[in-house]
């Protein structure tokens, strides 16, 4: 599942005395690269009649398809995803990305969000996404099922939604909305817009998908914040939008 909603991790580099949270960021990076790897549940409108739409989402609702599968042999599903009819996803250069990580660890340069958009920057890992975490249940799929159409109809590139996991401590599954550059900030609050207009209310954060390469998640040793932005609804605005706050800047966006 993704993770970072939260902050960045209080503890410092591993050694004795050191924050066990601080490397929960390993083991968020590994759960993650598991389900990316395990086979996905995919609906594309590119290629799959829209007429088959309504019988697939109701035959996946990300609250029952087990994350590990189950007794009757059902196989482990990593994510549950819906692409659109003008999904075109980009080149990253993910190989280069990480040869450039390593040598910008092995420098002793700091790893600040500024460093690291410059090695996306380089290699074209552009891409990132709003995230919700929500209780599994009614909440979960009346989202998700308002967010799928969405992309079904070209209102948005690409959605995905993690699979139910019984061993979950939260009882929480997360959603992710995508769009192409990180780095534009008109796009990402377009793509925000865009979510609220299907009627979700919840919080929202967004992350690059560099930081999920590269392991960036909450609790990290580096001390970096894994979300770039936070989205929350202000229902006493006339009229209601959504007030954005840029985590790296500390500055209101809308």
Same mark, same amino acid.
């Given at each position: 599942m993704e993770e970072g909603e939260a902050g960045p991790g209080p503890g410092a580099e591993h050694g004795e005395?050191?924050?066990p949270k601080v490397f929960a960021a390993d083991s968020y990076a590994a759960e993650s690269m598991a389900a990316d790897l395990d086979p996905w549940i995919v609906f594309d409108a590119r290629r799959t009649p829209r007429a088959e739409f309504d019988d697939w989402l109701e035959s996946?609702?990300?609250?029952?398809?087990?994350?590990?599968?189950?007794?009757d042999g059902?196989?482990?599903?990593?994510?549950i995803a819906v692409m659109g009819p003008d999904h075109s996803p980009s080149s990253p250069d993910v190989l280069g990305l990480q040869e450039s990580w390593e040598q910008l660890l092995a420098s002793g340069r700091p790893v600040t969000f500024q460093t690291v958009k410059e090695l996306a920057l380089n290699h074209n890992v552009l891409s990132g996404k709003w995230l919700m975490h929500l209780d599994t $249940?009614?909440?979960?799929?009346?989202?998700?099922? !308002?967010?799928?159409?969405?992309v079904l109809d070209g209102k948005l590139s690409m959605a995905k939604v993690s699979t139910h996991d019984p061993r979950s401590d939260s009882g929480r599954q997360v959603i992710c909305v995508y769009n192409n550059n990180f780095t534009d900030e008109g796009e990402v609050m377009q793509l925000d $817009?865009?979510?609220?207009?299907?009627?979700?209310? !919840?919080?929202l954060v967004y992350k690059p998908d560099v930081y999920t390469y590269l392991g960036i998640y909450r609790h990290n040793r580096w001390k970096i914040c894994p979300t770039i932005y936070e989205s929350r609804f202000n229902l006493e605005c006339v009229p209601r939008?959504?007030?954005?706050?840029?985590?790296?800047?500390k500055t209101e966006v809308t």
């Open positions: 005395g050191a924050d996946n609702r990300p609250s029952c398809v087990s994350r590990y599968g189950d007794e059902e196989s482990p599903v990593g994510w $249940g009614y909440k979960l799929e009346h989202a998700w099922e !308002c967010l799928a159409r969405a $817009g865009a979510i609220r207009s299907t009627g979700v209310k !919840c919080m939008r959504s007030l954005v706050m840029n985590k790296i800047t």
